[in-house]
């Protein structure tokens, strides 16, 4: 059994940074995929950032050279450093992971992060 668990989000003016953290738990997590979506209302959830087991990380477009996805050396936590923030940012963002290539998902439960002056 996989779980995880975000935190970190909060009201910020644009331009901001803020520091997302998703902690995951169980003895089946391995750090095989990890990433961080977001979604807002009305919209399909849209993949943020990823890093995949040897390290190799993938970025949104919208994102690529103000955030950044990065993990713990025990790969148990991994963290969304967002930089630059702006309105379009808004949404609830949450972290998944996979244990393989065959498993399911596992997401977290979500952090709302809002960005506004």
């Known amino acids: 059994q996989v779980q995880l668990v975000e935190s970190g989000g909060g009201l910020v003016q644009p331009g901001g940074s803020l520091r997302l953290s998703c902690t995951a738990s169980?003895?089946?997590?391995?750090?095989?995929?990890v990433g961080w979506y977001r979604q807002v209302p009305g919209k399909e959830r849209e993949m943020v950032a990823t890093?995949?087991?040897?390290?190799?990380?993938n970025y949104a477009e919208s994102v690529k050279g103000r955030f950044s996805i990065s993990r713990t050396k025990a790969r148990n936590t991994i963290y969304l450093q967002m930089n630059d923030l702006k309105p379009e940012d808004t949404a609830v963002y949450y972290c998944?992971?996979?244990?393989?290539?065959?498993?399911?998902?596992?997401w977290g439960q979500g952090t709302q992060v809002t960005v506004a002056s």
């Open positions: 169980g003895s089946a997590f391995n750090g095989y995929f």
């Open positions: 890093i995949i087991s040897n390290g190799l990380t």
């Open positions: 998944k992971t996979r244990i393989s290539s065959l498993s399911g998902d596992v």
